[in-house]
């Protein structure tokens, strides 16, 4: 059978105060291309943080080349090494002191996605530079609803002096709008959520959540006259892709509500840490399924997740680790501490496996999003003692479109900058710039 009609790209399910995104269906695709089999889909990029560096040797695979096999703490990752570009080599010059003297967390989560050094300064004349993300976004226009997703676990702080002088602003931020503003992360998956879906009127808005909060209803039923009427002009494959979509929002909506009722009960001689008073796994593993929510439904093309700012000093206590996270990375070759360090690191993997996961699942023509997906998960800090910004851990995760070639650990001269890393991502966006931060010019063995 042949289609006759096409739906809108940007087509929504409206509702009171509500605007919910569909995500991509073949009634979207125009007739020639679906029977050829050749529907494009777009490319989305996407950034996670990790803090204070790791225990190199159990990260970095001895192996180049296909034949590399994974060191312990990427072995969570297994089931998706054939999707994965294990990096070595790449540094952030920018992060460095450079005559700026101690500060070396609060540079490396300002010098991350901008490549740029930050003033030293805790006022109110903070400079970095435009991040990688923002680069794209500005090109890009108004593609998707949503420019970009600014995701975080601890939340935003835009003040006070952090680290050695310098502001909290470069700490707690990844994304740079501009040389002087930060975007500020949102940390409450609620907000997450309500900002994906909701429709721009505040006032609406305002009466969705107050009748949703005094009549316990879901999101769901202010669009549900809209979703049955679409549903009777589907086909058989999309009316299964939307019914998934659907079940999956309302088990989201139902996971935020059981996860806002559930404070984390700590053993005997751990500590609570500095933030929200939840389980710290359950909230990334939520904010990790947010943005394979939003680039399921095209709302962004673009995000980026602070898991933890540098210098974070969270406990694990699930994982036997009494000490901070930051008192572990200046371990002094102790046994005892690089074990623990290892373990929060490994840890840390299985909450990306979890992501790649989610992606996998989501089917988009003959793939899947994680084919048309390219994801960035590193930090700015090699060894955490030492504070060094050379041998970074990297991972680029995802396919782009068959834009980068994956199943692989590639080695690249020692001081690579990782901003050429970013400047060859923004080429693979359809978004190309001459420089970006210290960017010396495209990185090469992506493809």
């Not at 889909?41 to 803090?51: N, V």
């Not at 970013?422 to 990185?443: E, K, V, W």
């Amino acid at each position: 059978m042949i289609k006759t009609w096409q739906l809108p790209r940007r087509t929504f399910l409206r509702g009171l105060g509500t605007a919910m995104a569909l995500p991509m269906l073949e009634a979207m695709l125009p007739a020639r291309a679906l029977a050829a089999g050749s529907a494009k889909f777009p490319t989305r990029m996407a950034f996670i943080y990790i803090p204070n560096g790791v225990v190199q040797n159990q990260w970095t695979p001895k192996q180049e080349g296909d034949s590399f096999q994974l060191p312990r703490i990427l072995e969570p990752l297994a089931a998706h090494k054939d999707d994965l570009l294990v990096m070595s080599g790449l540094a952030h010059d920018k992060a460095r002191a450079n005559g700026d003297g101690p500060g070396d967390h609060a540079r490396a989560n300002a010098t991350f996605l901008t490549g740029c050094q930050a003033r030293k300064t805790s006022g109110s004349n903070i400079r970095a530079g435009v991040s990688v993300d923002q680069v794209c976004v500005q090109q890009m226009k108004e593609k998707t609803r949503l420019p970009s997703l600014e995701l975080s676990s601890d939340g935003p702080r835009m003040s006070g002096n952090c680290d050695s002088g310098y502001s909290c602003a470069y700490q707690f931020n990844l994304a740079w709008r501009n040389d002087t503003t930060p975007l500020p992360p949102e940390s409450n998956p609620a907000l997450v959520f309500e900002r994906m879906f909701s429709n721009g009127n505040k006032p609406q808005e305002d009466e969705s959540r107050k009748r949703r909060r005094e009549q316990q209803k879901s999101l769901l039923d202010f669009v549900r006259e809209d979703a049955q009427q679409l549903e009777k002009k589907l086909g058989y494959t999309d009316k299964r892709k939307l019914d998934e979509y659907l079940t999956a929002i309302r088990e989201m909506e139902l996971r935020l509500e059981v996860m806002a009722k559930s404070p984390v009960q700590l053993p005997s001689g751990y500590s609570v840490p500095t933030g929200k008073p939840k389980d710290f796994g359950d909230h990334a593993r939520l904010m990790f399924d947010m943005m394979a929510l939003a680039f399921q439904t095209d709302s962004t093309r673009v995000a980026s997740y602070l898991l933890a700012h540098d210098g974070d000093n969270r406990s694990y206590p699930h994982l036997s680790v009494r000490e901070g996270h930051h008192s572990l990375s200046h371990h002094r070759n102790s046994p005892e501490k690089l074990e623990m360090l290892a373990r929060i690191n490994r840890y840390h993997c299985t909450l990306l496996a979890h992501f790649l996961e989610r992606l996998k699942t989501i089917k988009e023509g003959d793939g899947t999003l994680l084919d048309h997906t390219m994801i960035v998960y590193g930090g700015a800090i090699g060894d955490g003692d030492r504070h060094s910004h050379h041998d970074l851990p990297v991972i680029v995760a995802g396919k782009a479109n068959g834009n980068i070639r994956t199943g692989r650990h590639v080695r690249y001269s020692k001081d690579t900058p990782m901003s050429n890393l970013f400047l060859s991502m923004l080429d693979i966006m359809g978004t190309p710039t001459q420089r970006l931060g210290d960017s010396t010019g495209l990185l090469k063995e992506l493809s």
